[in-house]
């Protein structure tokens, strides 16, 4: 069993950064795709980024290319989102979610494809 726990979120103006992280105990860590989704009251869970097990391969959403950039140290089983330019659209609930993959390149970008998810770390951005 692993269990991913969201930290870092928080209440910041429009144009600021914030780092969400996310920590997941167990020691297969290594073994899953990584990926932070979010959703917004009123709005579909939508993909936020992805990474491959190695680390090698990301994904973003269209809407945050260019801003967030997501990264993982698999030595300390913990997963990074650097949020950068922040809007107001922005604003939603961060979830971090483990998908188990058989590549080390593999990415997962359902929400689907995700075994295991945190309990989310909220994320508001105030014009």
């Known amino acids: 069993q692993v269990q991913p726990v969201e930290a870092g979120g928080g209440l910041v103006q429009a144009g600021s950064s914030l780092r969400l992280s996310c920590a997941a105990s167990g020691r297969t860590f290594s073994d899953y795709a990584m990926g932070w989704f979010r959703q917004a009251p009123g709005k579909e869970r939508e993909l936020v980024a992805a990474?491959?097990?190695?680390?090698?391969?990301?994904r973003y959403g269209d809407s945050v290319k260019g801003r967030f950039t997501i990264s993982r140290d698999n030595a300390k089983n913990t997963v990074y989102l650097e949020m950068n330019s922040l809007l107001p659209e922005d604003t939603a609930l961060y979830y971090c979610?483990?998908?188990?993959?058989?590549?080390?390149?593999?990415?997962?970008?359902?929400?689907?494809?995700?075994?295991?998810w945190g309990q989310g770390t909220q994320v508001t951005v105030s014009s």
């Open positions: 990474i491959s097990r190695s680390g090698s391969r990301t």
């Open positions: 979610a483990l998908g188990r993959a058989m590549s080390p390149l593999g990415l997962r970008v359902s929400p689907n494809e995700y075994d295991y």
